[in-house]
Structures are given as C-alpha cells and as structure tokens.
C-alpha cells in the first residue's frame, strides 16, 4: 500500500467518526467563504488541512455574544485578554507542521481549543497547555462536547513544554515569543517540526524548527501578530 491510501485511510479513520455534529445552518455561507477565499484563495493545499477545516465548527468555539463574527478573516477575543486565531493562521501553521495522521503533538497556548481540535483530527493524539485555567476549563469542555477525546488540555507554563509526554512529532506555539523556547526545541523528535510566531511584542514571524539527524534547520515564514507567550522562556 502507498503512502498516500494510507494516508486518507487514517484521515478518514480520524477526522469523520470522531467529531459530534452540532448545528451550522446559520454559519453555512460564511464557513464555505472561509474555505474559499481566506484559505484556498491564499494558498492552503493541504488537503488533510482543509478537510478538517471544514468538518470542525469554529462558531463552537467563539464566545456567544461575537458568534456572527465566526468565519470572519480575523482573530476574535476569547476572554483574558485573549484571541481566538485568525482562520488562514490556524491553517497555515496547521500545514507548516506536515501532518500525515500517526503524530504526537504539542501545542502551547490553548485558548479557546480551536487549534488543539483541527490538530485532534490531524494527529493521533495532542497535548494542549494553556496558562489561564479559565480558558483551558472551557476549551476542555468544547473538545468534549465535540467528542474529541484525543486532546489533553493542562494548566501550566508552555514555553517548558511537557517533558513527561517527549517527543513530540509536532509542537506549534500560538503566542508570539521573543525566540523560541530551547525547552520545547530539545522535546522535538528527529524528523519532528516546531512552529513559532517569534519576534517583537508588536509583530513577529512565522518560523519553523526541523530537527534533523545532522541537526537543527531554522526557516523564517510570514509575518504575524500573536499574543504574548508570557513564561519563563516567554516574555
Ligand atoms: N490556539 C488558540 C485557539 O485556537 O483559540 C489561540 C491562542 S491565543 C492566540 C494564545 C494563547 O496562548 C492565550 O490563550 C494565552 O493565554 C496562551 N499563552 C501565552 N503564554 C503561554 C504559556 N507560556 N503557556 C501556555 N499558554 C500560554
């Protein structure tokens, strides 16, 4: 068998059985527009990437009170003083980390849990940490009600990353930092890819991490403009 029927095998065995179906009427044209315009007009091919895109409902994940605003090309306030990602950030990261199905991934800074469930149904099993306990609670009770029972969601400082759980095929922070975290670097795997918006409080840059068998390759992506990754190897 090839790798790619293997491939749309897992993906099928992940990303359709595994999600609750929740209620889009109203969210229907907006969501289409989102897959059209922001990501597959700016680029995103991945098709594991926009599949899940489409299957998981990011109205679910907005407060009630911004709701309308769900499929919005914009990043929206979670509470905290907080964000929920931009839709076009969230696919672009999700397909710099190159996952085919079989992964362990880390993602620091949970939020409202959108990203950790788009990498639920893209790996095999996420671990999600998020400094405040309000959001990381709610999050955890979102992926629940989905029915997406592949995500751990912890309470703690991210940039030290989960040593208890290393390595990590994939790690993705969402929060701009001023580097990127060694910690989290030394808990990726060989092979194993780590995105990270990193640079000024005001703007920084996508960048990935390979670790390779020879060593460590740095590329600098997009510009962006995160939220603070406050923490010990943070702000
Ligand atoms: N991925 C989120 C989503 O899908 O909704 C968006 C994340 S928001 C842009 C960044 C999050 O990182 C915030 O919730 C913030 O509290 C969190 N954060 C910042 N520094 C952190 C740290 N050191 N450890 C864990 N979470 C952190």
């Given at each position: 068998m090839g790798d790619r029927a293997h491939d749309n095998e897992s993906h099928e065995y992940h990303a359709v059985p595994t999600i609750r179906r929740m209620s889009t009427e109203s969210h229907r044209q907006a969501w289409q527009d989102m897959i059209a315009r922001q990501l597959l007009g700016r680029g995103i091919r991945d098709k594991r990437v926009l599949d899940v895109m489409r299957t998981v409902p990011r109205h679910v994940f907005v407060p009630a009170h911004m709701r309308a605003k769900s499929y919005d090309d914009a990043p929206l306030a979670i509470g905290e003083g907080q964000t929920i990602s931009q839709p076009y950030m969230v696919a672009l990261m999700s397909e710099m980390l190159?996952?085919?199905?079989?992964e362990r991934v880390l993602e620091v800074g949970t939020g409202s849990g959108y990203q950790a469930a788009i990498l639920g149904l893209l790996a095999r099993e996420v671990v999600s940490i998020e400094r405040h306990e309000s959001l990381a609670r709610k999050a955890q009770a979102t992926l629940k009600l989905l029915g997406i029972m592949n995500v751990e969601v912890r309470v703690d400082d991210?940039?030290?990353?989960?040593p208890d759980r290393a390595p990590f095929d994939g790690i993705i922070v969402t929060a701009g930092g001023p580097h990127v975290p060694d910690s989290l670097v030394d808990q990726l795997a060989v092979g194993g890819r780590l995105i990270c918006p990193v640079g000024p409080r005001e703007g920084q840059r996508i960048v990935r991490v390979r670790r390779t068998e020879q060593g460590i390759i740095e590329e600098e992506g997009i510009r962006c403009a995160f939220v603070p990754l406050i923490g010990e190897e943070g702000w």
């Open positions: 190159e996952l085919k199905g079989s991210g940039t030290l990353g989960a």
